[in-house]
């Protein structure tokens, strides 16, 4: 194809036999490679707010992981950090739990985005393999210092973009590389999630720290907390970056004060005049979220555990179709995607569909577990990382001032 990186069209249609047949539908378990641990890595979790201590849980339950700390200054939060790993020790910071007795092998940074930098770049100055959550930074000057340390650590570092380590997701991905929809066109994307991103504090001097999302000073708002995930879809599936970003924002839902936007329109322009339009909400659920790739055979789109393609009039026939299911969308009839579906098909199963089996956070840390235990390669470095969270402060800037902002897709770039 001549301006897309993907392989030529005429690989899809070799049919089932080169591709095997593919797709995602809601309801059947999807199964991931097998892995048995060696043993268990032992963990810290720093940062206890919901997010934190969900990894916490997930960690505790995850065959080859021990979490044996938990940190968080807010102490209502680290009490249920620990009741979700009921293995750990609590602690108010990295600092004071390296300085403890506990023995840690691995440091997993969910705290606040803002202060990601201080407590990645000290895990990694103690030599500990580093899984951070994104976006890695808030500014470009933290994201240099962590790329920075983190190539001259010698330890694994892992960013916790999840659309990587989906085991749907990479399959999709294949498939659309593959040609099955031929030459982009364009993409879409969303995060529509009704909800305030106001936490109430058991104390008053708990509570600006607790809603730091709802401060412009310390928060990339939604552009930054959901979009660099979903940008970072777009980023992986084409192999392209973004050249320059065009944003808006307002406060549709709740009008208390705040000064960070509820919802935000992103343009978000890639190469050869390709353009990403996604748009995040706090203030509707509609749809909720989802990634989409319109090319000029048909579209993709992603819905984190299910994925359908949509066929032109005038696309050609592909293998699995003849075993595939549908789902009508309006006007519009959705294939959806199963993994294998031929096999699936004999065995009589393609008719419940398939999900993954696991919730996407699980695989993610299982990943990173087998880049710690084994070697294993990571599903996001830290330059992908970084890339993803560059694209994610300058969509917060565009937003923020309504300016053009122009980006360099080389920035971050892997050195050669």
């Known amino acids: 194809m001549s301006s897309s990186p993907l392989l030529p069209r005429r690989a899809i249609l070799q049919g089932a036999g080169v591709l095997g047949a593919f797709g995602l539908a809601p309801t059947m378990a999807f199964e991931a490679p097998f892995w048995s641990p060696p043993g268990n890595t032992k963990v810290a979790v720093i ?74 770049l000290e895990a990694l100055a103690a030599k500990l393999p580093v899984y951070c959550e994104a976006p890695m930074a808030t500014t470009l000057e933290d994201l240099i210092a962590i790329r920075a340390a983190a190539h001259s650590a010698g330890v694994p570092f892992t960013c916790g973009l999840h659309g990587r380590s ?51 000073e310390l928060s990339l708002g939604l552009a930054g907390e959901f979009g660099v995930h979903q940008f970072d879809v777009f980023h992986w599936y084409t192999g392209q970056y973004p050249i320059a970003v065009r944003g808006a924002g307002s406060i ?38 989802f990634e989409m790739f319109h090319g000029t055979a048909g579209a993709i789109k992603m819905a984190q555990q299910a994925g359908w393609l949509f066929k032109e009039a005038d696309a050609p ?35 419940n569909g398939v999900s993954l089996q696991e919730p996407p956070l699980r695989y993610s840390l299982k990943s990173f577990l087998m880049t710690v235990q084994e070697g294993a390669e990571t599903h996001c470095d830290v330059d ?33």
């Open 47 to 120: 940062g206890c707010g919901p997010w934190g201590r969900n990894i916490a849980s997930e960690l505790h339950g995850l065959e080859g992981s021990e979490v044996v700390a938990v940190a968080d200054p807010v102490a209502s939060r680290l009490r249920s950090a620990v009741r979700k790993a009921p293995t750990a020790k609590g602690f108010r910071s990295l600092t004071e739990a390296l300085a403890d007795s506990v023995e840690i092998q691995a440091v997993v940074v969910a705290t606040p985005s803002h202060l990601h930098a201080a407590i990645v």
């Open 166 to 216: 989906n085991p749907l997701y990479a399959h999709a991905r294949d498939f659309l590389r593959s040609g099955a929809i031929a030459d982009f066109v364009g993409f879409r994307g969303q995060h529509h999630e009704k909800t305030s991103w106001f936490s109430p504090a058991v104390e008053s001097k708990d509570e600006a720290e607790l809603n730091w999302r709802l401060d412009p």
């Open 252 to 289: 549709q839902l709740h009008k208390d004060g705040r000064k960070v936007h509820d919802t935000v329109h992103l343009d978000i322009e890639f190469p050869s005049s390709r353009f990403l339009h996604y748009d995040a909400t706090i203030a509707n659920s509609f749809q909720k979220r």
């Open 317 to 351: 026939t592909i293998g699995f179709e003849v075993y595939a299911g549908r789902q009508q969308f309006h006007d519009e009839e959705g294939i959806t995607l199963v993994a294998d579906a031929t096999k699936l098909a004999a065995q009589e199963r393609i008719k």
């Open 384 to 416: 992908e990382g970084a890339r993803a969270s560059y694209v994610a402060i300058s969509a917060a800037k565009a937003v923020r001032t309504g300016e053009r902002i122009e980006l360099d897709p080389k920035q971050f770039r892997k050195a050669d």
